[in-house]
């Protein structure tokens, strides 16, 4: 069965950085695009990056654009989000997702394989 586990998460002040990883397993996800989300309390899931199955584009939200890198490597099965700078507001549960037909998507529902998330929290 196909799973996306999530680590990398926790505690950080302002200015800090952290480096979550997703790994894949269950099956090879190498033909897929590759997608981070995140879900503060009380607001929707919302994008943060994305990668091409080839790692030849990338793509990312303006709230995190210059601070936030996605990168993959495909025969770890395994994707990287590093993110530097980290402010309060981009405390929230991150998820890692898979799409195989949404080629440099940012819409949730194009995404079919999800983890169960990690936990990000940043303080001032």
């Known amino acids: 069965q196909a799973q996306l586990v999530e680590s990398g998460g926790g505690l950080v002040q302002a200015g800090g950085s952290l480096r979550l990883s997703c790994a894949a397993s269950?099956?090879?996800?190498?033909?897929?695009?590759m997608g981070w989300f995140r879900q503060a309390p009380g607001k929707e899931r919302e994008f943060v990056a994305g990668i091409r199955w080839d790692a030849r584009d990338t793509f990312s939200a303006d709230s995190v654009k210059d601070r936030f890198a996605i990168s993959r490597d495909n025969d770890k099965n395994t994707v990287y989000l590093d993110m530097n700078i980290l402010k309060p507001e981009d405390t929230a549960a991150y998820y890692c997702a898979a799409s195989l037909y949404g080629l440099g998507s940012r819409v949730r529902s194009d995404y079919e394989y999800w983890g169960q998330g990690t936990q990000v929290s940043v303080s001032s």
């Open positions: 269950g099956r090879t996800f190498s033909s897929y695009t």
